[in-house]
């Protein structure tokens, strides 16, 4: 029987994850920086979670001439500058925990 963690505990450390560096910093920055196309969420390895960023951006410039695509473009990088903002504001230790060992994608 295969136990699963509760969603509380994001910053606890999974000790089953070997240790890899931690891309805070540049996770941050780029979600400020370039965060609706999804790359922060690339460099993390959540590729699904990029590929949804970057589709809603593409699909805001191709709707943008219906002015729907002004409405569609704004929603991927408030989410970038939320997420870039929260990452940077975290402790090294409670960022890895939380994105890199435990695998959290949103917020």
């Known amino acids: 029987m295969e136990t699963t963690r509760p969603t509380e505990d994001w910053n606890k450390p999974n000790h089953d994850v070997p240790r890899q560096e931690n891309k805070k910093i540049l996770a941050g920055i780029l979600a400020i920086l370039l965060g609706s196309l999804g790359v922060h969420k690339f460099i993390l390895?959540?590729?699904?979670?990029?590929?949804?960023?970057l589709g809603i951006t593409i699909v805001g410039y191709a709707t943008l001439c219906l002015l729907i695509g002004a409405f569609i473009v704004w929603i991927p990088g408030?989410?970038?500058?939320?997420?870039?903002?929260?990452?940077?504001?975290?402790t090294d230790e409670e960022f890895y925990n939380t994105y890199q060992a435990n695998k959290r994608p949103w917020f």
């Open 45 to 53: 390895g959540y590729n699904q979670e990029g590929i949804i960023l």
């Open 78 to 90: 408030i989410i970038g500058l939320i997420e870039g903002i929260i990452y940077l504001t975290k």
